[in-house]
């Protein structure tokens, strides 16, 4: 089972919003709607952003939205801010006994 | 207050074991799945391990499988990862993660234990 595949790096200006994909196959993100997005600071645990393709955790703001499309799932972040500069993953349950894979993550620079 | 807290980690020879735990409150633990997670220092992360609520179904990444055993006590609160001939690229910081309630993903993290191997 391969780790799901992230762009390396995405940037943006304050305020403007980014987009981050996470690709998959038919035995993971394409298979179920499972996709999960977290969020990790340097030095930090990471955190729970999207579950279940497009859910927000209670008291997480809206400037951040799942969507999926076949094999491929994505986060995008509006309105972006210098706090949202971190590292984030996608991860997706799947059908093997790989029970979960991650993707290769993507960091996300606020110019 | 939800809190996962990992303990055990520590710099081991290759070839050795070791025994992380991770104790649970905040919730009704004996309720819930749970994983192991880890993290390479400065690589992306790595499901690892996933145990039931009552322990009787468990999966391990097939990079781990035969070397790692996964278990709970859940009189005890107590989350556990049996490591075995461990290698340097199990160095790693290692997670306990609380699996979401009736859903597949991971909604709370522990702050992570260091585990080094290396002679």
């Known amino acids: 089972q391969s780790a799901l595949t992230q762009p390396a790096s995405v940037s943006g200006s304050p305020g403007q919003s980014i987009t981050i994909s996470c690709t998959g196959t038919?035995?993971?993100?394409?298979?179920?709607?499972?996709v999960s997005w977290y969020q990790q600071h340097p030095g930090k645990a990471p955190k729970l952003m999207i579950f279940?393709?497009?859910s927000r955790p209670s008291g997480l703001l809206n400037r951040f939205s799942g969507s999926k499309s076949g094999n491929t799932a994505s986060l995008t972040i509006s309105g972006l801010q210098a706090e949202d500069e971190a590292d984030y993953y996608c991860s997706s349950y799947t059908n093997t006994s790989t029970l979960y894979v991650f993707g290769t993550g993507t960091k996300v620079t606020v110019l | 207050e939800v809190q996962l807290v990992e303990s055990g980690g520590g710099l081991v020879q290759p070839g050795g074991s070791l025994r992380l735990s991770c104790t649970a409150s905040?919730?009704?633990?004996?309720?819930?799945?749970m994983n192991w997670v880890r993290q390479a220092p400065r690589k992306g992360l790595e499901w690892l391990s996933y145990i039931s609520s009552s322990g009787s179904t468990i999966y391990h990444a097939n990079s781990v499988k035969g070397r790692f055993t996964v278990s709970r006590d859940n009189a005890k609160n107590s989350l556990y990862l049996q490591m075995n001939s461990l290698r340097a690229e199990d160095t790693a910081l290692y997670y306990c993660?609380?699996?979401?309630?009736?859903?597949?993903?991971?909604?709370?993290w522990g702050q992570g234990i260091l585990v080094t191997v290396s002679s």
């Open positions: 905040g919730f009704t633990f004996s309720s819930y799945e």
């Open positions: 038919s035995r993971d993100v394409g298979a179920y709607n499972y």
């Open positions: 993660v609380r699996d979401g309630w009736y859903s597949r993903y991971f909604d709370y």
């Open positions: 279940d393709v497009s």
